[in-house]
């Protein structure tokens, strides 16, 4: 009899612990789902509970990914299942499979979602640490259509100071943003359309830029790029008055694009669900701003009914 109370009992606890867990879900999604990710994922469980810097080992999307919590790009991993996901969902809506050029890799999210969707991925990055985890990502994975080319962009070759991430945040590490405060080496940049041109690329399906500042320059040197293949380029810009790398106005963006190209940027934008709307550009930039930042959305107009206004949530 007392074995039987006891098994009531503990029946009774899972029950009403089963029920907590599904009404805390309804209540709170989001945190739900990134607890359940650290508790599964993280060297440390007591990490999830007193937010102390932790390793992990997790899936996004189906793939291995392996990280640490100290870094922004990888908690938003672990707690949302990817980083930039909208941005990753647009990527995927407007694909043809054909080849994807990722501008500012980092540690690869982008690339390794991409790898699945593309025929080929082209993936420049120059610092050596996050490209160290990209490659082991690719690895780890058996992925055979990415390629890494570990330079970055620019519109001539030459040799340029990079200033390092911050500790927290692997993806500041800039050629346009040098402080007197970090850490500074010189890095190799080459301009796009030779970098493409001697990997044997001959049309791009789609461009992602994220480099911090240097977008211009990037784009300048993807000028034959931009004209033949027309892809479409999701690309973010920083705003910054006093900063003479970065765009100054609408007329210079128009400027390193071709002739009939239009602008988007995204509105809405939910980092657990994925999903996105799209608005039109203009007029949303403040260039007199001391800082502001947008991803924008370049679309040749005979694409332009490839684009959806609203990304739907969706399971990938």
Do not use: W
Not at 99 to 121: P, Q, T
């Amino acid at each position: 009899m007392q074995t039987r109370s006891v098994l009531r009992l503990v029946s009774f606890a899972f029950v009403l612990f089963t029920a907590g867990v599904v009404i805390f879900y309804q209540m709170r999604p989001v945190l739900a789902y990134a607890i359940y990710r650290c508790l599964t994922g993280a060297d440390s469980v007591l990490a999830c509970i007193d937010g102390k810097p932790t390793g992990f080992k997790t899936t996004m999307f189906g793939m291995l990914y392996e990280g640490n919590t100290a870094d922004l790009l990888d908690r938003h991993v672990l707690g949302f299942g990817a980083y930039e996901k909208p941005e990753l969902f647009f990527l995927h809506d407007v694909s043809r499979g054909g080849v994807f050029v990722d501008i500012g890799a980092n540690k690869g999210v982008h690339s390794l979602f991409m790898s699945k969707y593309s025929k080929e991925v082209h993936a420049f990055e120059p610092y050596e640490p996050v490209l160290k985890r990209f490659r082991q990502a690719i690895q780890a994975n058996g992925i055979k259509n990415i390629f890494v080319h570990p330079v970055g962009l620019g519109d001539k070759a030459q040799r340029l100071i990079f200033e390092e991430p911050a500790k927290d945040n692997d993806g500041t590490g800039s050629f346009a943003f040098i402080s007197g405060s970090g850490k500074h080496q010189q890095l190799e940049i080459v301009p796009g359309d030779q970098a493409l041109e001697a990997a044997g690329v001959k049309i791009v399906d789609l461009i992602k830029m994220d480099i911090e500042g240097f977008e211009r320059p990037a784009l300048e040197g993807l000028r034959k790029t931009l004209g033949q293949s027309r892809p479409i380029v999701v690309f973010e810009i920083t705003i910054r008055a006093n900063n003479p790398v970065l765009f100054k106005s609408m007329e210079q963006i128009r400027s390193v694009f071709p002739d009939k190209y239009e602008f988007f940027e995204f509105g809405d934008r939910n980092l657990y669900t994925g999903s996105y709307t799209i608005d039109p550009l203009d007029g949303f930039i403040n260039f007199a701003s001391e800082s502001e930042q947008h991803n924008v959305i370049a679309v040749p107009t005979e694409k332009k009914s490839d684009i959806p206004l609203k990304g739907p949530v969706k399971n990938i």
